[in-house]
């Protein structure tokens, strides 16, 4: 015991050391400025290594956050006007099952039992196949900004399942929560004060709202799964079942899409969508999770309407009334409300 505290302490010392010694070397050998670019990011780069495994994990979920921000306005420029939704949604499946199936090989995976297999199977259908179609979908028909903020409203709805489904307790406040951000959620959707089904974001507003009620139906149902296999394993399985059932569905739409007439940066855009959007933003929640307790992971989910908002702003120019800012500060606060709880609590975090 005491051998491997002093082994601990001695490797701690020499990490520091050589950390230190690098920070020094670099930095009078090499002054950070303009015309040492490519310096200056490895610089950066190495010192995201040196971080502590805490710190990494706070970056990790502001990144996984930023990108899925980033991915609504972009997803907005690619659909509809080079690709059909239903044609990137099967892209985006199948896609990201890739590199799900390709990281098998370097990350160990569980057995799934037989008697779970078809809950995977509808987990896949749930939280790939019908969300992921929803949200491709809603968003082409409604704003960026309307988007980011409805879809903030998912961890509300979790707790209600919860509440019915796995006898979650609710409390006074997490009610208030889900009270205030339905009152948001509906302000958004009325965009100038009345509800209307010729509004021009109306159905795409809609699609969304029920994007994140799949979504939340789709975290309940996999709780119990996630407490008795490994993330990895479980989303492997259920991207599977959810691309074959995505092939199924969405096949016809996928081989009659023109893909020759797709440039060449529509398809950095979908490689993002793909890759960052969809893979790497799951290694980064997985990573977060390890090291950072899941209310404070959940306090991230924040960044995503202010990421999308601000690019859909400055770079599509819509129009953020005060209506909209009032409703956003609804569904964060009903965000809020539901994410205090106890210790003891059984509370499933989004």
């Not at 020094?24 to 200056?40: D, G, M, V």
């Not at 370097?106 to 196949?129: C, E, F, N, V, Y």
């Amino acid at each position: 015991m005491t051998y491997g505290s002093n082994l601990t302490f001695t490797f701690s010392e020499t990490y520091a050391s050589v950390e230190k010694v690098y920070l020094i070397t670099i930095e009078s050998r090499f002054p950070l400025n303009k015309n040492f670019t490519f310096l200056y990011l490895f610089h950066s780069f190495v010192k995201i290594l040196f971080m502590s495994n805490r710190l990494k994990a706070h970056l990790a979920l502001f990144l996984a956050n930023a990108i899925y921000g980033l991915n609504y306005f972009i997803v907005k420029e690619v659909v509809p006007a080079s690709i059909n939704s239903i044609s990137l949604t099967v892209i985006r499946a199948v896609g990201a099952l890739f590199f799900l199936w390709i990281s098998g090989f370097w990350i160990k995976t569980q057995k799934i039992d037989k008697s779970d297999r078809w809950k995977m199977m509808i987990g896949g259908l749930l939280g790939i196949t019908i969300s992921q179609t929803l949200l491709i979908v809603g968003i082409s028909h409604t704003l960026t900004i309307n988007a980011s903020i409805i879809m903030t409203t998912s961890p509300l709805f979790v707790l209600l399942i919860a509440a019915v489904y796995l006898k979650t307790k609710l409390t006074f406040l997490k009610l208030f929560g889900i009270i205030s951000g339905a009152i948001g959620a509906i302000l958004i959707i009325s965009s100038n004060g009345k509800i209307a089904i010729s509004n021009k974001t109306f159905l795409g507003d809609i699609i969304i709202l029920c994007n994140a009620i799949s979504y939340a139906i789709y975290l309940v149902w996999t709780k119990p799964l996630m407490a008795k296999y490994d993330s990895f394993t479980v989303m492997r399985s259920m991207f599977l079942y959810g691309a074959v059932f995505m092939c199924i569905f969405g096949g016809y739409s996928f081989v009659d899409t023109d893909f020759a007439a797709i440039k060449p940066i529509i398809w950095l855009a979908i490689g993002f969508i793909v890759f960052c959007a969809t893979f790497l933003t799951y290694l980064f929640n997985i990573y977060g999770l390890k090291y950072v307790q899941p209310a404070t992971v959940g306090i991230y989910i924040y960044i995503q309407p202010i990421i999308a908002s601000l690019l859909a702003l400055f770079i599509k120019n819509e129009t953020y009334i005060w209506i909209k800012v009032v409703a956003m500060l609804m569904v964060f606060g009903g965000v809020y409300f539901v994410s205090i709880h106890k210790p003891k609590e059984n509370i499933i975090s989004c």
